[in-house]
């Protein structure tokens, strides 16, 4: 194919190569060098851009430098902050998909402004200025909303739940907590718990605590009894669940709570949620 495109005038290759994708046009880049100026051009590229690309940079926490629209795609798919620093926006690097992270800052976290229930403060693994740990309460509840006009529409998303549990960490894992996912009247539900699996305890509080603990499963709704899993960033995520982003504009509401279990907690971290597209 790289062949016949060489007979072509290399406005009318950009064209063709702009109705790819990015993943396609950095292999013609590799492939054939006649091709590479066609290839890396500002017309191929911009079609790769998010279509509302000006409102997106209207948005960002400090100014992106770029010399051509191929290098600030590249820019965009490394993470930058919008909104005066509480979300983070990327483009995935094959698909060129939107991708949101909302810190814990753009959550809604029931007592965060309470200094004796939860505490501010930086942290040195996670991309935003400020994380929040909770310190001790009786309860969880945290919510985040996202509109779908600011997704890839025709996407099926997962949202997820971004934390690290301290080694101080207490009472997290009494009962599981209800997630879900709602969009309009459509919803969701799950149940998670916020630690990693550990089987030897779980072994020796079902020996210890098997009738408190069948009596606080039938407080929650039925689900998977999900487990946090590592990602490449040091941090652990929980899917909180999924939806479809169709061409309607509609607000998606993301959820966990843990309001049943009335023990005290602490140790739980938490940066954020991430809305990203589902492989």
């Not at 976290?109 to 996670?126: D, F, K, V």
Request: net charge neutral; charged share 25%.
């Amino acid at each position: 194919m790289a062949n016949r495109l060489n007979m072509l005038p290399e406005d009318c290759v950009s064209t063709i190569l702009s109705l790819t994708s990015a993943a396609d046009a950095c292999r013609f880049m590799l492939a054939s060098s006649s091709l590479r100026s066609a290839a890396k051009s500002d017309l191929v590229w911009g079609k790769f851009l998010p279509s509302e690309l000006s409102s997106i940079l209207s948005r960002t926490h400090s100014q992106l430098n770029f010399s051509s629209k191929k290098e600030l795609y590249f820019k965009l798919c490394d993470s930058i902050l919008l909104d005066g620093g509480i979300r983070s926006f990327y483009l995935n690097k094959i698909s060129g998909k939107k991708s949101f992270v909302l810190s814990s800052r753009a959550l809604s976290i029931s007592l965060s402004n309470e200094p004796n229930h939860w505490t501010w403060s930086n942290h040195s693994a996670s991309r935003f200025s400020e994380v929040i740990e909770l310190k001790t309460t009786l309860s969880i509840e945290i919510e985040g909303k996202i509109n779908t006009k600011d997704l890839s529409p025709n996407t099926t998303y997962g949202a997820y739940l971004i934390i690290q549990v301290s080694d101080r960490a207490f009472g997290l894992d009494s009962i599981a907590s209800e997630i879900s996912v709602s969009k309009e009247e459509c919803s969701v539900s799950n149940t998670a718990y916020l630690c990693p699996l550990d089987e030897r305890k779980q072994q020796l509080e079902s020996l210890l605590f098997m009738n408190r603990r069948r009596m606080m499963e039938k407080l929650v709704v039925e689900g998977e009894g999900r487990r946090p899993s590592m990602r490449e960033d040091g941090w652990m995520e929980i899917e909180l669940g999924e939806f479809f982003v169709g061409q309607k504009n509609e607000e998606v509401q993301m959820k966990l709570m843990e309001v049943k279990g009335h023990q005290l907690k602490g140790g739980l971290i938490i940066e954020g949620i991430e809305v990203r597209p589902k492989c």
